[in-house]
Nanobody, 124 residues
Framework: QVQLVESGGGLVQAGGSLRLSCVAS????????MGWYRQPPGQPRELVAT???????NYLDSVKDRFTISRDNAKNTVSLQMDSLKPEDTAVYYC??????????????????WGPGIQVNVSS
């Protein structure tokens, strides 16, 4: 069974840095997109950054030039380097994998998976 697990969250002062990491485990043949979403308190979940197998990146406008997403296709991992953090970056961050191909029994599946989420708090 496919699982995504995040690590690296915590508390940091404004202007500081954190690095989030996520590993996807299980029977995985390929993953089209890996990325990060976040959900600030009382707000809906929003896309932060995604990266394709080929390395094409997409960012939320408010994090461009501050966050950098990277992935290791061979290890099924994705990371988010967050610099110059602001209090408004406080949220639960979720790892996401889309177009993930796995196998259960004799059948192949292509789907979307989420990690349980990890808290990031940025103090002013």
């Amino acid at each position: 069974q496919v699982q995504l697990v995040e690590s690296g969250g915590g508390l940091v002062q404004a202007g500081g840095s954190l690095r989030l990491s996520c590993v996807a485990s299980g029977i995985i043949y390929s993953i089209d997109y890996m990325g990060w979403y976040r959900q600030p308190p009382g707000q809906p979940r929003e896309l932060v950054a995604t990266i394709t197998t080929g390395g094409t990146r997409n960012y939320l406008d408010s994090v461009k030039d501050r966050f950098t997403i990277s992935r290791d296709n061979a290890k099924n991992t994705v990371s988010l380097q967050m610099d110059s953090l602001k209090p408004e970056d406080t949220a639960v961050y979720y790892c996401h994998a889309d177009g993930l191909v796995t196998k259960e029994g004799a059948s192949y599946y292509r789907g979307r998976y989420w990690g349980p989420g990890i808290q990031v708090n940025v103090s002013s």
